[in-house]
């Protein structure tokens, strides 16, 4: 193999420039090379100069141009900067431009630093708060939940389990396996104004009415008969859960046949089925801002999916019984609760690790005085966590099936505060009820038990809490400054225009409130689910909630209440807009309820 050590000697000089000028004869006199050489030098330094120079005024073409125009600067000017170099140059140029620009906007009158300060910092500091995952918006306070305007729409379906919300539409599902697709009205007060410049003199006939029940746009049904079919694209049992992503592309579903079906958003067409989960879906919620997709399981498991590619991605394990609800926010990170074991664990899924934090504590019942002497006090253990939602990346609420509404940190184990008894006590069976005797003497045994929490709902990074049950009223909670309570604020709608004074103390139920209560309800039946999303840019506008009703729990049929299947929208209006039209009395088609005080 030849090389430079084999290679002969003749063959291992260096050839020449072919571009040199080549000698044609050899000399011997150094004096005269040296001056050569020098000579070729300088003939080749200013050539390579002037290439380098070259380039850069090739890519500083544009920015001189239109420096010169706006600069009124000339070609004369170049002279005099011949010999800076081209990162001087550009440096020059940018600051000639920034300085025209600085003179535009001085003879417009602009003032950046009030710009910023009015239109773009108080924004900043919301966005940068959100992204941190923190509660920096009161809203509580300045809702009129009171003056809220109720309207109920049903399908002829079964109780409704779940409902979710990308707006302006709304998703319900119900134990006969429907699948439904809703169009929200607009409130009167997020229309624009009409122009006054249109208005006529000839007498014209006034504009109809803005609608007010929601239109059904879609409805898809499953069949029971194909459970045994593992091709049949859509539920064979019960659907418990949906969810809709907030782009508006998917639609999610989980049912008692353990399959979680993804569907287009657009037509209900169904995209991909999976058949992961060994039992029931339970509960179904999407990241924030994105298609990562949470599950929940009867199974004990959590599963994590990809929707942009249509793909399981993990499963995590950790829970002692049935994870009943879940739940998500911005981070990459979600919160579950695990029905009779009693926990709530967020699990951190990028660390894959998970936190634990354990309830089962009892609230005692104050004591009743009775001639000087105190009854025993009685406690209303908690069995099971049935709710989760995050109020913050910091801070969640569970509701449990002793009526207790939680407060948690996660960085304590145990609750930061609980409300009891937040829907009040169930009454025992009147002895006909009890005994099928046709005119019973039995004492009934047993006492009131507290109606459970069946649905709960927060506005996120707010301090705005709501929670449903069967006592036919959706409550309304908010955090308190320092986030370590849990304040009774009211409840949604009224009762045919009537006004109320009444404070909401732990969920008890005495004084006028009772009254009402027997009077009339502003939903009757089991509050199975609760959406809620504000109206105009930041909530301008106000509030809409949205409640799934149905006459049973969404998981079973323990106990069976009056009312009717379907859904019910509130539109709670800003306390500014009610004032603004006077306080306007009847405003809903059906309104019920009032706000403590």
């Given amino acids: 193999m030849s090389s430079f050590f084999t290679v002969p000697a003749s063959q291992r000089k260096r050839k020449r420039n072919d571009t040199a000028p080549a000698s044609s004869t050899k000399r011997r006199n150094t004096g005269n090379g040296a001056t050569r050489n020098s000579e070729k030098a300088a003939t080749r330094r200013p050539d390579r100069d002037e290439s380098i120079s070259g380039s850069e005024s090739e890519d500083d073409a544009g920015p001189a141009r239109i420096s010169d125009v706006e600069g009124g600067v000339g070609s004369s000017s170049e002279s005099d900067h011949e010999d800076e170099t081209g990162a001087e140059r550009r440096l020059r140029l940018a600051e000639r431009y920034l300085e025209n620009i600085q003179g535009e906007v001085d003879e417009a009158g602009f003032d950046a630093a009030e710009i910023d300060r009015d239109l773009i910092a108080e924004r900043l500091k919301e966005d ?74 000839h007498k014209t006939k006034p504009p109809p009415p803005p609608r007010r029940r929601p239109i059904q746009l879609i409805f898809t049904k499953g069949n029971k008969s194909k459970s045994k079919d593992p091709t049949y694209q859509h539920h064979t049992s019960s659907i418990l859960t949906v969810a809709a992503s907030s782009d508006g592309r998917f ?131 908690e069995g099971c966590i049935d709710r989760v939602a995050l109020i913050d990346e910091d801070t969640f609420v569970t509701g449990s099936d002793n009526g207790s509404l939680s407060l948690w940190n996660i960085h304590k184990k145990k609750p930061v505060f609980t409300v009891a008894l937040t829907h009040g006590l169930q009454p025992p069976l009147t002895p006909t009820e009890a005994f099928s005797d046709e005119a019973p003497t ?34 309304v909670w908010k955090v308190s400054e320092d986030k370590k309570r849990v304040e009774a604020v009211g409840r949604v709608g009224r009762i045919s225009g009537r006004h109320l004074d009444v404070t909401i103390s732990n969920g008890a139920t005495d004084g006028p409130e009772a009254v009402a209560a027997e009077e ?28 799934a009703v149905a006459t049973e729990h969404r998981l079973g049929r323990w106990k069976k209440v009056k009312g009717k299947n379907g859904a019910v929208v509130f539109e709670v209006p800003r306390l500014r807009l009610v004032n603004a039209r006077g306080d306007e009395d009847g405003v809903g088609e059906l309104t019920n309820g009032d706000a403590g005080k």
């Fill in 128 to 201: 940068v708060a959100e992204t941190k995952g923190r509660l920096y918006r009161r809203i509580a306070s300045d809702l009129a939940f009171d003056k809220s305007s109720q309207t109920q729409f049903r399908a002829d379906t079964h109780p409704t389990t779940s409902i979710a919300t990308c707006p302006p539409y709304v998703y319900t599902v119900s134990k006969d396996l429907t699948l439904i697709k809703w169009e929200l009205p607009t409130p009167p007060a997020s229309l624009p104004p009409s122009d006054p410049s249109k208005v006529t003199k």
């Fill in 520 to 547: 009339g309800v502003s939903v009757r039946g089991y509050i199975n689910d609760l959406s809620v999303f504000e109206r105009g840019e930041r909530g301008k506008d106000g509030l809409c909630i949205v409640a």
């Fill in 251 to 381: 639609v999610a579903t989980g049912g008692a046949d353990k399959r979680l079906i993804i569907w287009s958003a657009s037509d209900l067409k169904p995209l991909r089925v999976f058949t992961q989960h060994r039992d029931a879906v339970t509960g179904l919620v999407f990241r924030r801002g994105t298609n990562q997709l949470y599950s929940s399981s009867k199974d004990r498991t959590i599963k994590t999916w990809s929707l942009n590619e249509l793909a399981y991605v993990e499963t995590l394990f950790g829970h002692q019984d049935e994870v009943v609800d879940i739940a998500a926010l911005a981070q990459e990170r979600c919160l579950s609760v695990g029905a009779r074991d009693r926990t709530a664990r967020l699990w951190k899924v990028v660390e894959e690790t998970q936190l634990v934090f354990r309830g089962g504590g009892g609230e005692k019942k104050s004591r009743n005085l009775n001639n000087g002497l105190s009854t025993k006090p009685q406690t209303y253990n």
């Fill in 442 to 475: 039995q004492k009934v045994p047993g006492e009131p038990q507290p109606r459970w929490i069946t649905a709960l709902a927060t506005v996120p990074y707010s301090d705005l809490i709501l929670s449903g049950s069967w006592d036919g009223w959706v409550r």
